[in-house]
């Protein structure tokens, strides 16, 4: 898993979130409705990945939290591209602030 160091929360384990919810975090803009995906293959987790509404309607992906447990996980996962970490209490910050 990927760390992030941030000014203000300092290290954390980083999540992976498609390049445009990652720049919505950056930059302190609003942030889309944040989907996110957990992908395993067999018993084996690999992780959970965060999709902006546009990059989840590519992948097919139709609601908040999708498990991917077929066969194909794995390889829909390695089509996932573009990602960049944020730290996650950022991201916390972000997705609450766009509910308040
Ligand atoms: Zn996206
Ligand atoms: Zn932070």
């Given at each position: 898993m990927p760390y992030v160091l941030c000014q203000?929360?300092?290290t954390h384990a980083a999540p992976l979130l498609c390049s445009h919810l990652c720049n919505a975090v950056t930059n302190r803009e609003p942030l889309p409705e944040a989907f996110c995906v957990e992908a395993w293959y067999h018993a084996y987790p690999l992780g959970v990945r965060y999709l902006c509404p546009g990059c989840a309607q590519i992948m097919g992906?139709?609601?908040?939290?999708t498990v991917w447990r077929d066969e194909d996980a794995m390889d829909r996962l390695t089509d996932l591209r573009d990602l960049g970490t944020v730290c996650p209490r950022c991201f916390d910050e972000a997705q609450q602030s766009e509910t308040l």
């Open positions: 203000r929360h300092g992906v139709a609601t908040n939290r």
